[in-house]
């Protein structure tokens, strides 16, 4: 399959076929993460707003693949600080970088930065809109715990609403038969937009306000932050902030093969008693978002 | 019989956009771009109408639009009605009905879409045609009738 100079700015840019296909170059990278396949290449990360993760997580990929690593971490140190405007930004970086990798603080910037570069684009986050390589990475973490992607159960806990990680995922999971439990605040509830996609393919979901009620059900509890930066009103945020919260006594009657994962970062959402038991799978779905990054940037790049 | 009378006088050619609801009437010059034209226009606001009560009328001499150019009026009024008028007769009428796609005219709602920060014209996909919903080509964000407002 041949995905040279693809963009990557959406979940639904990419095919069920293309997922799998990155997927299992992922595998590969897992059994030999250091291979010097993109020496010479010049990845670009742009973030135009603060990330530990998705930079590190991408800028260690890139440099286990054999390429250099351009960019800048905080818009405070771009041009834009200087009023230059994001499309000429991206087209400088074009001259200098064979793939684009960014995250900027307002939502469809990704998809215009794709329009104007002439090199590919992958999008790391663009506000509360999309975070595909999230999602991939996730998908990535759900096949290696289960062994498949297919007809599982998937709890989603926290902020539906808001939280662009459980948008994509649920579009992804779409494509496999996935029941869909969705634990959140009546204020956080899944938007009807996404639902649709679930609707549209004639899949089941329940609605639950505690996790008591899913967590029994479910092959994956996908955790997420309620996050305080998404409410306009702070007021509304403390209402709802405590009132998903997953510790130890709730994995009791779990399913064997039942993992918890988060995308991270976690404020209080997991209690750290549940890092110690063999259902949490966070810190390795970090992990396996470093393989999923190298793959992508394998791919887009043509070189494998 | 009482003898009707034509409140705006008549065209020999061009085109009649009739039953645009009053308040609507700049939307449409700016969305056709009338103000630019050299052309004579008659511009009729506030006339009686059995349908929409007040309503707005344009009488345009020697101008025929594209569909693509109609359509776009239908954002701001579906009940708009086109008469392509040649040598004083109606020869065709047209209703303008929603494209599935467009560009402009519309301001994405979302106030952290990019296409309100940038200078990048928004584009929207129609998702319903009846009680309009727009979806944003950058953010996805749903605009729909109620937060409606023009570029």
Redesign the interface.
């Known amino acids: 399959m041949n995905m040279k100079n693809r963009n990557l700015i959406?979940i639904t840019d990419y095919s069920k076929e293309e997922y799998i296909h990155i997927l299992d170059l992922a595998e590969t990278f897992e059994k030999e993460p250091v291979q010097n396949i993109a020496q010479g290449k010049v990845v670009a990360t742009l973030f135009f707003e603060p990330s530990t993760r998705t930079r590190l997580s991408f800028e260690s990929a890139a440099n286990r693949l054999g390429a250099k690593v351009i960019g800048f971490s905080d818009a405070s140190n771009s041009s834009t600080a200087k009023g230059e405007?994001?499309?000429d930004t991206i087209r400088t970086v074009s001259c200098y970088a064979d793939l684009i990798v960014m995250r900027?603080?307002?939502?469809?910037?990704a998809?215009?930065a794709s329009e104007v570069a002439t090199v590919p684009v992958i999008n790391a986050g663009?506000?509360?809109?999309?975070h595909p390589t999230q999602c991939m990475l996730d998908l990535y973490s759900i096949r290696k715990t289960q062994g498949t992607l297919d007809n599982l159960n998937i709890a989603m806990v926290g902020d539906l609403k808001y939280g662009r990680t459980v948008h994509s995922l649920v579009e992804a999971m779409c494509h496999f038969n996935t029941t869909f439990h969705l634990v959140s605040p009546e204020s956080l509830k899944l938007p009807s937009?996404v639902k649709m996609h679930i609707k549209e393919k004639n899949l089941k979901y329940y609605q639950y306000t505690t996790i008591a009620e899913a967590v029994d059900k479910a092959d994956i509890l996908y955790m997420t932050r309620v996050q305080r930066e998404r409410f306009l009103d702070i007021q509304d945020y403390e209402k709802v902030k405590n009132s998903c919260i997953l510790d130890k006594s709730m994995l009791e009657h779990v399913k064997p093969n039942m993992k918890v994962l988060h995308p991270l970062p976690r404020v209080n959402e997991i209690n750290t008693d549940v890092d110690p038991m063999p259902q949490a799978y966070y810190f390795q779905q970090a992990q396996n978002g470093v393989y999923v990054r190298q793959a992508l940037i394998a791919a887009i790049l043509g070189l494998k | 019989m009482k003898k009707k009378e034509l409140v705006v006088s008549a065209i020999q050619n061009g085109t009649v956009i009739d039953h645009i609801p009053s308040d609507k009437l700049f939307q449409v010059i700016k969305i056709l771009n009338l103000q630019d034209g050299k052309d004579q226009m008659l511009f009729g606001t506030n006339l009686e109408s059995q349908k929409l009560g007040k309503k707005a009328i344009i009488k345009i001499q020697n101008r025929f639009f594209e569909t693509s150019e109609i359509n776009k009026i239908a954002i701001v009024c579906p009940t708009a009605t086109l008469t392509i008028i040649k040598d004083y007769e109606v020869v065709d009428k047209r209703i303008p009905s929603l494209p599935d796609e467009f560009e402009g005219i519309v301001k994405c709602y979302n106030p952290k879409c990019i296409t309100n920060h940038e200078n990048v014209t928004p584009k929207f996909k129609v998702l319903d045609k009846q009680e309009i919903k727009l979806q944003c080509h950058y953010c996805q964000r749903i605009t729909k009738e109620e937060t409606l407002s023009f570029l």
Request: proline share 6%; glycine share 12%.
């Open positions: 959406s405007s994001l499309a900027h603080p307002l939502e469809g910037t998809r215009l663009d506000g509360a809109n999309q937009t």
